[in-house]
């Protein structure tokens, strides 16, 4: 089956790299968990309001600390695994970390009361409680997620580069390219990751098996699918002109979607914090009053109604390019995949909004940005 797929360097592995494979999620959990705590950060309100306070939930960030840190060890080998050990063990990983979040799944739901779903599998796919946080808001679980998630998502493309560079000949500049793209979109979160408090998953999202093995598992390791066959492929059959124009190509498109998609959270953000400011000194701030909510109606948010997601796929379809092999669909996988996932996301956001919102102040803002996510088009 590896050799059809074209990922059978995945399973020439001896019997302890699985075992160890199989195990590394769980040991990484804990590391991560360990820093956030033990690590110093900043303590910052959020968006959430503690139902027990009447205030707004507190949060320690300390993501790009334990970013820095986890990428130092990672490259000089520290702890002896080599560098392109966590590519080469990926689908055992994904095995253990799916077991791993089940079994988290099931104390997370399951001890807590519940909720409105009453099936119980539903309720393990979906969640009971919003928030879970320990040592008096030390940590969140779900910014522990995003800690773990994206940093594992940034070292695992850096280790497939690693095997690339090892086992590769004509090595193929997009690969680095690519683990450059994951490793920069990482950065860049943890460089706005007080951003993070003020997004939906963090606002609305329950604690379900969909959230932790998707900001564990799919966010860390599975993100990289493009990656899984096209680190053994070498730099594609071009002549040097055509091979540097579409790696610009490439660079471009994810530029472009990199600043829409972060420009329209942080517009987001800075409209939650500071309703009366306008966003980078130019875009003056335009709303829809929702009773004692506001709709942003100007900006990214006056051009369609999830224009961010725009930005995500400009960004996946730049990854996609960088490879050069137009043709091989593992190049494409992750941008069918963010594609379809948020064409059919923003309509479960539509419905959530006009329930947060209202019905007749969600039209009205349907009427006036009748785009979804891309303006014009659709």
Same mark, same amino acid.
């Given at each position: ?145 995003? =800690? !773990?998630? @994206?940093?594992?998502?940034? #070292?695992?493309?850096?280790?497939? %580069? +690693? ?53 564990? =598992? !799919?966010? @860390?390791?599975?993100?990289? #699918?493009?990656?899984?066959?096209? %680190? +053994? ?61 506001? #709709? ?83």
């Amino acid at each position: 089956m590896g050799d059809a797929l074209g990922i059978e360097h995945f399973f020439e592995l001896s019997g302890s790299d699985k075992v160890w494979g199989f195990f590394s999620p769980l040991i990484i959990f804990a590391a991560f968990f360990l820093a956030q705590l033990i690590l110093p950060g900043r303590k910052v309100p959020g968006y959430v309001v503690n139902p027990q306070t009447g205030k707004p939930r507190n949060y320690k960030l300390n993501g790009l600390l334990v970013f820095v840190i986890a990428q130092i060890v990672w490259a000089t080998e520290v702890t002896g695994i080599e560098r392109d050990w966590f590519y080469r063990v990926t689908l055992w990983a994904v095995l253990g970390g799916t077991v791993f979040t089940v079994i988290f799944s099931l104390i997370a739901v399951y001890s807590q009361p519940k909720g409105e779903i009453q099936n119980p599998l539903l309720a393990l796919w979906e969640g009971r409680a919003k928030e879970i946080q320990f040592f008096g808001e030390r940590i969140d679980i779900k910014m522990w997620f995003y =800690v !773990v998630g @994206g940093t594992m998502l940034s #070292i695992n493309a850096l280790s497939g %580069a +690693a095997w690339h560079s090892e086992n590769i000949d004509g090595t193929n500049p997009g690969v680095y390219m690519y683990a450059a793209f994951m490793t920069f979109y990482v950065f860049d979160y943890f460089i706005f990751e007080r951003v993070q408090l003020y997004t939906y998953d963090l606002i609305h999202e329950h604690l379900g098996f969909k959230l932790w093995w998707g900001g564990l =598992v !799919v966010y @860390g390791w599975i993100f990289i #699918i493009p990656l899984w066959g096209m %680190a +053994a492929y070498p730099n594609p059959d071009m002549s040097y002109g055509w091979r540097n124009f579409w790696l610009v190509v490439a660079a471009v498109l994810f530029v472009t979607g990199w600043s829409i998609s972060r420009g329209a959270n942080l517009q987001k953000y800075m409209f939650k914090r500071f309703p009366d400011r306008h966003f980078l000194g130019l875009i003056e701030p335009t709303y829809i009053q929702a009773g004692d909510r506001k #709709i942003l109606t100007s900006g990214y948010w006056g051009a369609a109604r999830h224009f961010n997601y725009l930005g995500e796929g400009f960004l996946c379809v730049g990854i996609a390019v960088a490879f050069g092999h137009f043709g091989v669909l593992w190049a494409w996988t992750y941008a069918i995949f963010i594609v379809s996932f948020f064409t059919l996301r923003q309509r479960w956001d539509d419905r959530e909004c006009a329930e947060k919102y209202g019905p007749e102040k969600w039209a009205e803002y349907q009427e006036k940005v009748p785009y979804r996510i891309f303006p014009g088009v659709y």
